[in-house]
């Protein structure tokens, strides 16, 4: 599948990804890509730059933002993966079926202190799932728990998706509507 983005499109995904790249990529936890067309397939990797001051990661639980459907974890060596199953804020049709139920939460935890990720080190949790129709900000909120301590990134902006001034925000995904980009170049 190719599309392309209108110039007012692709310079919102290009304001949108400067921003995000002017953040330091250590400083909390982000999406590897942090933009993505609506309605289709989105592998999402999530990736942690550090421990919790100087303590290695030991668990990372997602919290999927409303949305963002069919989302299935990836399994990582030396990790056990789990996910947390309930009732959606809003069914979805996938292949002429309706799904009220989904994965709400995805949980990886390190299989022993020698699983466990250094501090000194960073490691990409990636998981996949369908991003909503609607164009918009999606917040996967990720709290990451550490041999001592833990770091909770779930803050989200009261409106828009400026991080500015936020201590711990949650990783920002920007669903685009390509579609209508096309639509208005063609």
């Known amino acids: 599948?190719?599309?392309?983005?209108?110039p007012s499109m692709g310079a919102a995904a290009l304001a949108c990804l400067s921003a995000l790249s002017a953040a330091p990529a250590w400083a909390h936890v982000v999406l590897l890509e942090p933009v993505a067309a609506a309605a289709t397939?989105?592998?999402?990797a999530l990736r942690v730059g550090h421990g919790c001051d100087g303590s290695p990661t030991t668990g990372l639980t997602v919290t999927m933002p409303a949305g963002f459907v069919g989302a299935q974890p990836m399994p990582k060596p030396g990790w056990k993966?789990?996910?947390r199953?309930?009732?959606l804020a809003q069914p979805y049709v996938a292949h002429g079926k309706t799904y009220t139920d989904g994965v709400l939460e995805i949980?990886?935890?390190a299989q022993g202190a020698e699983n466990a990720l250094p501090a000194a080190f960073y490691d990409?949790?990636?998981?996949r799932g369908t991003?909503?129709?609607?164009?918009?900000?999606?917040?996967?909120k990720v709290v990451q728990t550490c041999e001592k301590g833990a770091n909770e990134w779930v803050e989200v902006p009261a409106k828009g998706s400026?991080?500015?001034?936020?201590k711990s925000p949650a990783a920002l995904l920007e669903v685009l509507d390509v579609r209508a980009a096309n639509d208005h170049a063609h």
């Open 85 to 87: 199953v309930g009732k």
């Open 124 to 127: 990409e949790f990636i998981l």
């Open 162 to 166: 400026s991080t500015k001034g936020i």
């Open 81 to 83: 993966v789990s996910t």
């Open 107 to 109: 949980t990886w935890t």
């Open 131 to 140: 991003t909503p129709s609607q164009p918009g900000p999606l917040w996967f």
């Open 1 to 6: 599948m190719s599309f392309s983005l209108s």
């Open 41 to 44: 397939s989105y592998r999402a």
